[in-house]
């Protein structure tokens, strides 16, 4: 099976800053990688998906890249609805894999 | 507006067994794969199971295989998850969600509130 890292576990930001969070994967992946949000108590909302496509609704701060092995969101200006916990999630081969996820504080 | 409604999550001993539902409304529901993922405690999202729009194809994470069915009543629009031999580290809220995207469904777009399941004596 493929594993997911993501990095980093933990990140503190203040409002307007560009915040990058990481997806790195065991072996080369096809395109089939997706975000999402969590807040406390909710359910996840999806953010992003194959690779780079915005759900409807998201909005234009939130991008995703790459290739590979390796994923990233960008918040381009991080906005107080914003502060979350966020997933990257694999589909390959009939397995589903999420992320360990990073949890995006004040700083 | 769509919505999907998971319930029958509770308290339970160690070795029981327990059926999760989610109806589902909103969306045409037999041309969709759905799916249940589970967070325990303080923990991150964990795949439990697809099932097709159809019901023919299902698919399970290790952890769960062999204790766990997943299947669905189109009829009535409901999603269920048959979970047997429960252990203590099946605690969890249990999620139900849409899978879009490909077939089989790469990702999941609508999702439910959750429900809780304890397994503890």
């Known amino acids: 099976d493929i594993q997911m890292t993501q990095s980093p576990s933990t990140l503190s930001a203040s409002v307007g800053d560009r915040v990058t969070i990481t997806c790195r994967a065991s072996?080369?992946?096809?395109?089939?990688l997706a975000w999402y949000q969590q807040k406390p108590g909710k359910a996840p909302k999806l953010l992003i998906y194959?690779?780079?496509t915005l759900a409807t609704g998201v909005p234009s701060r939130f991008s995703g890249s790459g290739s590979g092995t390796e994923f990233t969101l960008t918040i381009s200006s991080l906005q107080p609805d914003d502060f979350a916990t966020y997933y990257c999630?694999?589909?390959?081969?009939?397995?589903?894999?999420f992320g360990q996820g990073t949890k995006v504080e004040f700083k | 507006e769509v919505q999907l409604l998971e319930s029958g999550g509770i308290l339970i001993q160690p070795g029981g067994s327990l059926r999760l539902s989610c109806a589902v409304s909103?969306?045409?529901?037999?041309?969709?794969?759905m799916t249940w993922v589970r967070q325990a405690p303080g923990k991150g999202l964990e795949w439990v199971s697809v099932?097709?729009?159809?019901?023919?194809?299902?698919f399970y994470a290790d952890s769960v295989k062999g204790r766990f069915t997943i299947s669905r009543d189109n009829s009535k629009n409901i999603l269920y998850l048959q979970m047997n031999s429960l252990r203590a580290e099946d605690t969890a809220i249990y999620y139900c969600?849409?899978?879009?995207?490909?077939?089989?469904?790469?990702?999941?777009?609508?999702w439910g509130q959750g429900t809780q399941v304890t397994v503890s004596s």
């Open positions: 999630q694999l589909y390959d081969n009939y397995s589903w894999t």
């Open positions: 909103g969306l045409a529901f037999s041309s969709y794969a």
């Open positions: 072996q080369t992946i096809s395109r089939w």
């Open positions: 969600a849409r899978g879009v995207g490909a077939i089989p469904p790469p990702h999941f777009d609508y």
């Open positions: 099932i097709s729009g159809s019901g023919g194809g299902t």
């Open positions: 194959k690779e780079s």
